[in-house]
Antibody, heavy 120, light 111 residues
Framework: QVTLRESGPALVKPTQTLTLTCTFS??????????VSWIRQPPGKALEWLAL???????YYSTSLKTRLTISKDTSKNQVVLTLTNMDPVDTATYYC????????????WGQGTLVTVSS | QSALTQPASVSGSPGQSITISCTGT?????????ASWYQQHPGKAPKLMIY???HRPSGVSNRFSGSKSGNTASLTISGLQAEDEADYYC???????????FGGGTKLTVL
């Protein structure tokens, strides 16, 4: 049974760095082709893909957020970590992690999401 | 890179069929058979409904089908049911600097 769960702060202040952890089970990120992505959704708005890390530790980032994002994995702990620097109120969103069997997609399993609010 | 283009809303009556379009370019939808569709109910995580243009994951109703013509992928829901009322998002692999792109989402209302 594949599960993913996001964890991190619910509230961050402007200019702070957000660190989110995706803890998963039921699959291994050392399996050839396997990927985990971070995707966010501002309240009432569309999904926005942020970053992807694959089994071989290749990393891909949203062009618009590339300078602020870092994705990493700890295969032994079954975790993927996302950091987003210099947080702004427009970064308020529900952040999801999702699994894909390859970088070609699709996102077949999703976490329940975690709402992050940016406010002073 | 701009998002894939979806209609903001569609509606239909129970029992009817509706189609949601997702228009991209030759760099994404048109160039590859890696378009997928996700259903999202309010307050819930998205759920994969269609992958690789027309494939249904195990457990997804056969009332959901997908197709592609040129740069446009489409999701058709037949025999509309009240439970189908949700937001639907398309996504595609893209050969741009980022491997994934989403559509802007379509709100389906079952009248």
């Amino acid at each position: 049974q594949v599960t993913l769960r996001e964890s991190g702060p619910a509230l961050v202040k402007p200019t702070q760095t957000l660190t989110l952890t995706c803890t998963f089970s039921g699959f291994s990120l050392s399996t050839s082709g396997m990927c985990v992505s971070w995707i966010r959704q501002p309240p009432g708005k569309a999904l926005e893909w942020l970053a992807l890390i694959d089994w071989d530790d290749d990393k891909y980032y949203s062009t618009s957020l590339k300078t602020r994002l870092t994705i990493s994995k700890d295969t032994s702990k079954n975790q993927v970590v996302l950091t987003l620097t210099n947080m702004d109120p427009v970064d308020t969103a529900t952040y999801y992690c999702a699994r894909s069997p390859s970088a070609l997609g699709p996102f077949d399993y999703w976490g329940q999401g975690t709402l992050v609010t940016v406010s002073s | 890179q701009s998002a894939l283009t979806q209609p903001a809303s569609v509606s239909g009556s129970p029992g009817q069929s509706i189609t949601i379009s997702c228009t991209g370019t030759r760099s994404d939808v048109g160039g590859y058979n890696y378009a997928s569709w996700y259903q999202q109910h309010p307050g819930k995580a998205p759920k994969l409904m269609i992958y690789e243009v027309s494939h249904r994951p195990s457990g997804v109703s056969n009332r959901f089908s997908g197709s592609k013509s040129g740069n446009t992928a489409s999701l058709t829901i037949s025999g509309l049911q009240a439970e189908d009322e949700a937001d639907y998002y398309c996504s595609s692999y893209t050969n741009s600097s980022t491997p994934v792109i989403f559509g802007g989402g379509t709100k389906l209302t079952v009248l």
